[in-house]
T-cell receptor
Framework: GAGVSQSPSNKVTEKGKDVELRCDPI?????LYWYRQRLGQGLEFLIY????????KSGLPSDRFSAERTGESVSTLTIQRTQQEDSAVYLC?????????????FGDGTRLSIL | AQSVTQLGSHVSVSEGALVLLRCNYS??????LFWYVQYPNQGLQLLLK??????LVKGINGFEAEFKKSETSFHLTKPSAHMSDAAEYFC?????????????FGSGTQLTVLP
């Protein structure tokens, strides 16, 4: 079956441009997460969606970052006026329910490079 | 709040030798614990999880981990390292509280397997 799909796999853009990253979760997974992974570092939580509930945005580093998800389908993470410190791999994960014993299934990430 | 500490950001072992990757957690309530592996340019793949059943958990690729409450540890082991085990490994803790997002990752351990 299909796993979590992220696009694009790589994105290179100039400082100051806006970028949009896409995540297709596993069908039927109600929970969706975005993480940022800087080079040589662990995962940094950004935002979490659960069904039609209000998202948990507590991890977003600045107001340049936003994300949307329609129902239990595709999510997009948007970074406005990109800065060099935004360069990282952005990982998306989904899980069946929000129960804590359910593992998260990860996509391969989008590698974002800001010139 | 929960936290995870992975001791040693880099571990090197010889092929055929024992692999031991350390993880200690902090949680005010009984945790669920996970180990993920990340190969280059890929997302995270679940290795194994502890969800309050057996304290010794067996995962994929010959890995296992033992939950030790008295030591607040969940170390990952494999009796004999293989070259294909070279990757980054992340320990994560999830607390069953019924609330949204409770998964916290450690900073990762890069495993190198020497021929």
């Amino acid at each position: 079956g299909a796993g979590v799909s992220q696009s694009p796999s790589n994105k290179v853009t100039e400082k100051g441009k806006d970028v949009e990253l896409r995540c297709d979760p596993i069908s039927g997974h109600t929970a969706l997460y975005w993480y940022r992974q800087r080079l040589g570092q662990g995962l940094e939580f950004l935002i979490y969606f659960q069904g039609n509930s209000a998202p948990d945005k507590s991890g977003l580093p600045s107001d340049r970052f936003s994300a949307e998800r329609t129902g239990e389908s595709v999510s997009t993470l948007t970074i406005q006026r990109t800065q060099q410190e935004d360069s990282a791999v952005y990982l998306c994960a989904s899980s069946l329910v929000t129960q804590s014993n359910q593992p998260q299934h990860f996509g391969d990430g989008t590698r974002l490079s800001i010139l | 709040a929960q936290s995870v500490t992975q001791l040693g950001s880099h571990v090197s072992v010889s092929e055929g030798a024992l692999v031991l990757l350390r993880c200690n957690y902090s949680s005010s309530v009984p945790p669920y614990l996970f180990w993920y592996v990340q190969y280059p340019n890929q997302g995270l793949q679940l290795l194994l999880k502890y969800t309050s059943a057996a304290t010794l958990v067996k995962g994929i690729n010959g890995f296992e981990a033992e939950f030790k409450k008295s030591e607040t540890s969940f170390h990952l082991t494999k009796p004999s390292a293989h070259m294909s085990d070279a990757a980054e490994y992340f320990c994560a803790v999830s607390v069953f509280s019924g609330s949204a997002r409770q998964l916290t990752f450690g900073s990762g351990t890069q495993l190198t397997v020497l021929p």
